[in-house]
């Protein structure tokens, strides 16, 4: 909906909320304690024009609000997992201010994992591993979309992968391999079908992180890109809950130093490892029966 104060500026779509509410969470379940910890941004629509137009805040829900309400729920219902910690939100957004139509909450979930060998059961460690993310949109229509992800999934190939047969141009300079490293930080989201109460969401994303790294490691690659089109086609083949998958993967160069200069030869042992500038690819692939919903990813 547009909103009009003058003939010539327009009042276009707003959302407004708290981002990168920090939020750790401890179940004591008596001697065994379970650990979430997230980053949590709300972002909230609705009847808002008038706070813009006018300054007039009567519908205006504040962000501090917002902000309590994160930690209030978490004490009040505890935080299974992210994806059921998002709707939870969501709905409580939608069903106690009356001026809020559409609600959208973004998690980020870290690892934590309990200490190998420790007797007791409430010892963790920050695990290395990628960040699990959730992204949820809710209206007040009952209509929501449930996307869950991950970034900065680290992972590596010594071998299985090729780039040649490429186009060259005046300034091309990159020579042709059957031989490389490949490694990407992988960042994936996929959209599910239906935000159905009976999905295990840890279970289902486990699935995925697997189908994404099994992917990975089974494809001989000639391209990044067709790594990436193997990665998505493995998580949508092995979940019919998924339909729609997008995936970024920078190309972490792995450059062989070359050692003749210290009378060494170098059979792709020793490299490099740039970080900038890299390579980028991005695609997304879906199911053919499932609509697109390019909403559910802002």
């Known amino acids: 909906m547009l909103y009009q104060r003058s003939s010539s500026v327009v009042l276009g779509p707003t959302r407004y909320g708290k981002a990168e509410v920090r939020m750790v969470h401890v179940s004591r379940n008596g001697a065994e304690h379970a650990l979430k ?8 629509c609705g009847d808002q024009a ?21 930690y209030a729920l978490a004490r009040q219902h505890g935080v299974a997992t992210a994806e059921e910690f998002a709707v939870l939100l969501t709905r409580h957004f939608l069903t106690t201010c009356p001026y809020i139509s559409h609600a959208r909450i973004a998690v980020e979930e870290y690892a934590w994992d309990r200490i190998p060998g420790a007797e007791s059961r409430h010892s963790f460690v920050r695990g290395g591993r990628e960040v699990r993310t959730v992204l949820v949109h809710a209206d007040v229509d009952g209509r929501r979309t449930i996307v869950s992800g991950l970034t900065d999934l680290v992972v590596l190939n010594t071998a299985g992968s090729e780039f040649h047969g490429f186009y060259k141009d005046e300034y091309t300079t990159l020579a042709e391999t059957t031989d490389r490293v490949l490694a990407t930080a992988v960042d994936a989201r996929w959209r599910h079908t239906e935000a159905t109460p009976d999905v ?6 486990a ?92």
Do not use: C
């Open 200 to 205: 295990d969401w840890d279970k289902s994303y």
């Open 50 to 70: 008038e706070t813009h137009l006018t300054g007039d805040n009567a519908k205006v829900l504040t962000t501090d609000a917002q902000k309590n309400a994160v």
């Open 207 to 298: 699935r995925a992180r697997a189908a994404l790294m099994t992917a990975f490691a089974d494809t001989h690659s000639l391209s990044l890109q067709q790594t990436l089109y193997a990665m998505g086609e493995r998580l949508l083949t092995q979940d019919e809950r998924i339909a729609e998958v997008r995936l970024t993967l920078p190309n972490r160069h792995h450059f062989a130093v070359d050692l003749a200069p210290f009378g060494l030869s170098n059979d792709n042992e020793v490299f490099y490892a740039a970080d900038r500038p890299y390579g980028l690819i991005e695609g997304t692939l879906a199911r053919g029966d499932a609509p697109a919903d390019p909403g559910a990813w802002e």
């Open 37 to 44: 910890d997230l980053t949590v941004s709300v972002a909230l």
